[in-house]
């Protein structure tokens, strides 16, 4: 295993408690980390899309713990996925997150790039964020709205939410303009990972607040941010893929997204 160079005190790292499967070696600078539970068969079809685009990462899956038997060995290693980690303790999307960003970084990567597990991002743009973090960019935010993007059969609820609220909310706490701040698709450099003014790696992040917490921060920290085209596909029939459902759960994301605009979630 190539040790990290990382420069954080890794004893102060707040994780949940996971196994690692690792099926080959580091091949590549960065790597692509997919956060899934249960996705059955689209994380499948995913996978073999990414296989087919053939972008220079490495894949590390992020599993919440599924039940579903869709990355029972030997089929992970079969579609090129590096890494299977596998969430044993409390959390959901967060610590899953922290899971695999820690995992990264002990790893020696130099970034990562993230899209969901259920087959709604477009796979072509791996490419395009690893070009803007050898550029320099430390968070580079997928948009379906930006030039470029495209937003397929997105439901109406979703875009309102985050065009008229979401979006706007988390632009004006990090004083950069920000069109699709609930799009998981998304790229940080190791120096954003790193940062002790961020501190992800810490309990609090637990649901969705990771992900607004970075928006609503870097680039008010001066890490160099912006926004790139990206397609996010829905099912054209059918039942929409996603884990927000009821209104508890929307009503918490809403929580979490005004949280992380006040900075409640700065160290």
């Known amino acids: ?57 490495d894949v590390v899956i992020a599993d919440g713990g599924s039940t579903d038997g869709s990355l029972t060995a030997p089929y992970p290693e079969s579609v090129g996925v590096r890494a299977l980690l596998v969430k044993t303790g409390p959390g959901a999307l967060g610590a899953q997150l922290r899971m695999a960003y820690a995992w990264c970084l002990r790893e ?45 059969n997105t439901p109406l609820e979703r875009t309102l939410g985050n065009r008229l609220v979401h ?6 706490a990090a004083g950069q303009r920000f ?28 649901r969705y607040n990771l992900l607004f917490h970075i928006t609503a921060q870097a680039p008010r920290l001066g890490l160099l941010s912006c926004e790139i085209g990206v397609e996010r596909r829905y099912p054209d029939q059918g039942k929409v893929p996603t884990k927000i459902t009821g209104p508890g759960a929307k009503l ?7 949280d992380a605009a006040r900075g409640a979630f700065l160290p």
């Open 1 to 57: 295993m190539q040790q990290s160079h990382s420069t954080t005190v890794e004893a102060s790292w707040q994780l949940p408690a996971f196994e690692a499967t690792v099926f080959s070696p580091k091949q590549h600078r960065h790597a692509l980390v997919i956060p899934v539970l249960n996705e059955g068969e689209r994380i499948r079809t995913q996978l073999a899309r990414v296989r087919d685009a053939a972008p220079e990462v």
């Open 252 to 258: 918490r994301l809403l929580r979490e997204t005004f």
């Open 167 to 172: 979006a706007p909310l988390l632009s004006l």
């Open 108 to 152: 020696g990567y130099d970034g990562v790039v993230t899209m969901d597990g259920n087959g709604k991002d477009g796979v072509e743009a791996i490419a395009v964020f690893l070009a803007r973090l050898d550029a320099g960019f430390d968070y580079v935010q997928g948009s379906r709205y930006a030039p470029g993007g495209r937003a397929v």
């Open 179 to 206: 069109t699709d701040t609930t799009n998981g698709f998304r790229a940080y450099s190791r120096r954003l990972l790193e940062d002790p003014r961020l501190a992800i790696f810490r309990n609090v992040f637990v």
